[in-house]
């Protein structure tokens, strides 16, 4: 099955020590994006890429960056993570940018730090 | 900006009953769409239903429907027959400006 893969599903890191989580997807989707979704709360956007545009929140810390090398594969990267970055990280994807399109979603990594 | 708004933090439902649950979007965007997620204790969001600005009849998928009233800006969910599964935290989301905007949501729990 067609589908959005993300690695880890639990990470465990140290505060300050970069860490990245991956997904990946075979629905050859041109949009992925990132969420944030903290413990009880709503997911929040932290940044997309559209085929190899990348946009990003205003609202996302510099501490949070993202490459996407090819169509199935994105990461996200936590420079220096923080106690307040422990969160399920959500990949998702997308055919377009349209209202019309849901966004379908990998089962999520929870990222706990120490 | 997208607002989206569930009135309702938490729900109990016997088992085999029909649960509405609510939600209410303010939004400029001319057209928009309208989507419902579930998300199980698990961690996963699972697309449930879609709804467009510009459908005139409701959106149905299998035991779910989408009773949208555009004038009132309404959107709510509505599941027939309620099973244990269904036991979860339910998202509604609205997708204008090319992002997703989520409610707080709604923790659904069925009693047997």
């Known amino acids: 099955d067609a589908m959005v893969i993300q690695n880890p599903r639990y990470q465990v890191t140290q505060f300050g020590k970069p860490v990245t989580l991956s997904c990946s997807q075979t629905l050859n989707h041109n949009v992925m994006y990132w969420y944030q979704q903290k413990s009880s709360q709503a997911p929040k956007l932290l940044f997309h890429?559209?085929?190899?545009?990348?946009?990003n929140e205003a609202d996302t810390p510099d501490n949070f960056q993202s490459r996407r090398p090819n169509t199935s594969f994105c990461f996200l990267d936590i420079r220096s993570p923080g106690l307040g970055d422990a969160a399920m990280y959500l990949c998702?994807?997308?055919?377009?940018?349209?209202?019309?399109?849901?966004?379908?979603f990998g089962d999520g990594t929870r990222l706990s730090i120490l | 900006a997208q607002k989206i708004t569930q009135t309702q933090p938490g729900m109990f439902v016997q088992e085999k009953e029909a649960v509405t649950l609510d939600c209410t979007y303010d939004?400029?965007?001319?057209?928009?769409?309208l989507f419902w997620y579930k998300q199980p204790s698990s961690g996963e969001m699972i697309f449930l239903i879609y709804?467009?600005?510009?459908?005139?009849q409701n959106a149905t998928e299998g035991r779910y429907s989408l009773n949208f009233q555009k004038a009132r800006k309404s959107a709510n969910l509505v599941i027939s027959a309620s099973q244990l599964g269904d036991s979860a935290m339910y998202f509604c989301a609205e997708f204008g400006n090319e992002k997703l905007t989520f409610g707080t949501g709604t923790r659904l729990t069925i009693i047997p």
């Open positions: 939004t400029s965007d001319p057209s928009y769409g």
């Open positions: 890429y559209y085929d190899k545009d990348f946009n």
């Open positions: 709804q467009g600005s510009y459908d005139q």
């Open positions: 998702a994807t997308s055919d377009d940018r349209a209202e019309n399109q849901p966004q379908h």
